[in-house]
């Protein structure tokens, strides 16, 4: 059974920062790239990054870029997204798929408040 379990979400102050985790089981992971993609209430999903089976290529949002960083390790099955300098506008559920979007996870909750 493939599973992708986000975590990491919270509330934090605009300008704050959050490193959000996703846990992969059931494929072998280190054959995937891998996806973020966000969606807030009322909008549709928003693709945020990607990163390469290895990590050697990334790619980000424009509006996200400069700000968030895409990492993975692939011992651990495990990839990242480190959100710097949040925004109101970064509020959303944040979910991780694989790169051609054909597993997702259920998603993390981060809010960005004062």
């Known amino acids: 059974e493939v599973r992708l379990v986000e975590s990491g979400g919270a509330l934090v102050q605009p300008g704050g920062s959050l490193r959000l985790s996703c846990a992969a089981s059931?494929?072998?992971?280190?054959?995937?790239?891998m996806t973020w993609v966000r969606q807030a209430p009322g909008k549709g999903p928003e693709w945020v990054s990607l990163?390469?089976?290895?990590?050697?290529?990334?790619y980000y949002a424009d509006s996200v870029k400069g700000r968030f960083t895409i990492a993975r390790d692939n011992g651990k099955n495990t990839v990242y997204l480190q959100m710097n300098s949040l925004k109101a506008g970064d509020a959303a559920v944040y979910y991780c798929?694989?790169?051609?979007?054909?597993?997702w996870g259920k998603g993390t909750q981060v809010n960005v408040s004062s």
């Open positions: 798929c694989t790169g051609g979007y054909r597993y």
């Open positions: 059931g494929f072998t992971f280190g054959s995937a790239d």
């Open positions: 990163i390469s089976t290895s990590g050697r290529i990334t």
